[in-house]
């Protein structure tokens, strides 16, 4: 045996593991901090707006329906999906805390992508309600039940759980014996284990069944269910009812256009050719904080229901305060405990 091939068999047989992964993020960019600046106020503003959607769904008692489980659990999702990424990025560049310890890399990369999955078939879910109820309104509180819709997000949070613990342990089993310089914002999953010096092609296989299944897959169906949508809107006669369901559709379809376009964009754009990586680290970072502070935004404005509610909350408020500066004045102090009455 020659001494080149004495020494990939070391390479091969000998597991290495790092102690800690050091993130490089943006290479020679002036000010980049400003950036990140930007993307604590992002953080903040997405903190606030989920925060806002979710109180408003379970204060107000008319919200309480399947559709706004849904809705609720694609806020919970984009809150944690920030809140898993967003801090770290500002602890680990704002204060030069490049350097990562591995285990906790492992937990960053993990929490990260389990969001994402769950917000893309949060999102497939959704356009599961629209389709049941314009397809099929008669049956529509038959079929979409809270018991229904609350199996179908256990059964969403369960396989994104399984399936990143697997890829997670996949990235375990490496071995890392040259540098250990991650090129992203992030422990991203690509980044990470093209760093090993080991077999990675199950890596290399799971990270294209990440792109299916996250991108791929729910786009089509997604799209499935708005055709069906399509020729079931075509038999109505009358164009104002036709209008007035293709409105229920238009927030649902907004989401789905910020989260998946940009993220099969930056995929698209890194397979089909080489994006300099400081391109790719701001697509990537939009990609994955944009949409969680659109998402409440969106869905307060463009929906009737949840203004009526969130109007109705305010007005309940305002009697309330009413109620006690007029206590007040009277000189009489009374426990009123204050209750949302909706």
Partial sequence: MSQAE????????????PAAFYINGFTDIPHAQYYYVFLCFVYIMTVVGNGFLMSV????????SAKYMIVFSLALTDLCGSTALIPKVLDTFLFDRRYIVYEAC?????????FAFVQSWTLVTMAYDRFVAICFPLRYHSIVTKPAVAVMLLCVWAFSLSLFAAAVGLIDRLSFCGSLVVQSFFCDHGPV???ACSDTTLNTIIARFFIVIIICVPLVLI?????CIAVALSRIASGAERLKALKTCTSHIILVAIFFLPLLGTNLAVIMSSLHPNTRIINSTLTHTVPALLNPIIYSLKTEEV??????????SLKIKTFDN???????????KPQVLV
């Fill in 193 to 195: 284990y093209y760093l």
């Fill in 57 to 64: 769904i379970y204060l107000v008692k008319t919200l309480h």
């Fill in 223 to 227: 799209a499935l269910t708005y055709v």
């Fill in 6 to 17: 004495r020494s990939a068999s070391i390479i091969n047989t000998t597991f290495v593991r």
């Fill in 307 to 316: 203004m009526k509610a969130i109007r109705k909350l305010c007005n309940t």
């Fill in 106 to 114: 492992l937990s960053y990369m993990f929490f990260v992508w389990f």
């Fill in 326 to 336: 007029s206590m007040k004045g009277r000189g009489t102090v009374h426990n009123v």
